[in-house]
């Protein structure tokens, strides 16, 4: 509930324009601890399974879905393993950077399940549909340089480097039209939720006219013609 209320908090917060998701141990995130519930499982234990296993995953879906709902760019810092339902939070930030001893797995196949919490929407989409069946299919572990060989980091970095190049990219988009911004994450999602052109286009379209509207736009053509650096304001 802490974190999902946070989240809600920086959705509010007009000053936070970007927000960075790391871990806060030496992993990144291996979703809900369920290894005391999987237990019971092998010890044949009574009752229903599912909903001792599910207990702790409808905090994360909520999490994942704030993250890709949230109008604005969210950047997954990967200091660690990613791993299960982990995985799929790294998955639904919009742009990740993984330090060089990143790790990330799909194992719920070793475990007789298939990735939940939006893994198998989100990686097919990253990665393409082979490179996705591939990972969810063998439940293989795979180290930074492959995440970002197939695309499915944006950049790694030294371990110790990994806050300050995400920083590092953090103030850049700040200094971008937080309006357009808003808008432009919008368009990619939902172009990745509908696939279709037209419409999409259309919606493109619809939400550059509301752009125009902006100080920000304005002043983006202001700078352009005076050869000079903008300045947002996010009006």
């Known amino acids: 509930e802490e974190t999902t ?122 990665i393409g549909s082979a490179r996705a069946c591939e990972l969810i299919f063998t439940g293989d572990m795979i180290d930074a340089k492959e995440a970002e060989r197939i695309g499915l980091v944006n950049k790694v970095v030294p371990h110790e480097e990994l806050m300050r190049a995400t920083e590092e990219l953090a103030n850049k988009l700040v200094k971008r039209p937080s309006i357009a911004l808003k808008y432009a994450k919008r368009a990619i999602y939902k172009g990745f939720a509908e696939g279709d052109l037209p419409s999409h286009l259309d919606y493109e379209v619809s939400l550059n006219r509301m752009c125009m509207d902006t100080e920000d736009f304005k002043e983006g053509v202001r700078s352009f013609l005076e050869k000079r650096e903008p300045i947002f304001k996010g009006r």
Do not use: H, W, Y
Request: charged share 20%.
């Open 5 to 126: 209320d946070a989240i809600n908090e920086i959705g509010k917060d007009e000053n936070t324009k970007v927000l960075i998701v790391t871990g806060a141990g030496r992993g990144f995130s291996s979703g809900a601890d369920v290894r005391q519930e999987l237990a019971k499982v092998a010890e044949g234990a009574s009752g229903s399974v599912f909903e001792r296993i599910m207990q702790g995953k409808p905090s994360i879906v909520t999490i994942v879905l704030q993250l890709r709902r949230l109008d604005k760019p969210v950047i997954g810092a990967i200091n660690g393993i990613a791993a299960g339902a982990g995985f799929s939070v790294a998955l639904a930030c919009d742009l990740r950077i993984a330090s060089e001893r990143a790790q990330f797995s799909m194992a719920f196949i070793l475990r007789g399940l298939i990735p939940d919490c939006g893994g198998t929407f989100f990686l097919p989409k990253l």
